[in-house]
């Protein structure tokens, strides 16, 4: 049965039926993958979102360090270490299969892993070298400094 057929036969009105109904779920698909796409562009963007607005370290003399995380919603974390409790600050390099970057993290007494200072950040090692230098200082720690970690990006001519 060809198309001018079922056109002028009872069927017609069937036939008109399916093929609006076929032009409207066409249109459907193209608005669903509009909004397909939306949502994927915003699950990308929450993706992408750092809720982290700063980090910060406090050294309290004869009390002990408070590392502080500070999120754009207000809200702040904090842990407090208390100084009998840290045996020396450690810089570490970090490499991972896609990146390198340094971390500065607290030895603790009684605990098995390191804590780190800056958790969310990575901030570059010119940044660390001065903290790490300081809580060596409060701690009164012999930290010994080796020519790559106090000028870190000396060229040498």
């Not at 057929?5 to 076929?22: E, I, K, N, P, Q």
């Not at 002990?64 to 919603?73: A, Y």
């Not at 842990?79 to 020396?88: A, M, N, S, T």
């Amino acid at each position: 049965m060809s198309m001018k057929s079922m056109l002028r036969g009872a069927d017609s009105g069937f036939c008109c039926h399916t093929l609006a109904w076929f032009s409207f779920s066409q249109e459907g698909l193209s608005t669903g993958s509009v909004w397909s796409i939306a949502f994927g562009i915003l699950v990308a963007k929450c993706l992408q979102y750092k809720p982290v607005k700063k980090e910060s370290v406090v050294i309290m003399p004869t009390f002990g360090v408070q590392l502080e995380i500070h999120f754009w919603s207000g809200r702040v974390h904090r842990r407090f270490v208390p100084i009998g409790k840290i045996l020396k600050p450690l810089l570490n390099e970090c490499v991972t299969p896609v990146t390198c970057y340094w971390s500065l993290a607290l030895l603790l007494r009684d605990e098995e892993e390191l804590r780190l200072v800056f958790q969310k950040s990575h901030p570059p090692v010119k940044m660390l070298v001065p903290v790490w230098k300081a809580l060596c200082k409060f701690l009164n720690s012999g930290c010994q400094t080796s020519s790559a970690v106090s000028e870190p990006n000396r060229s040498e001519t």
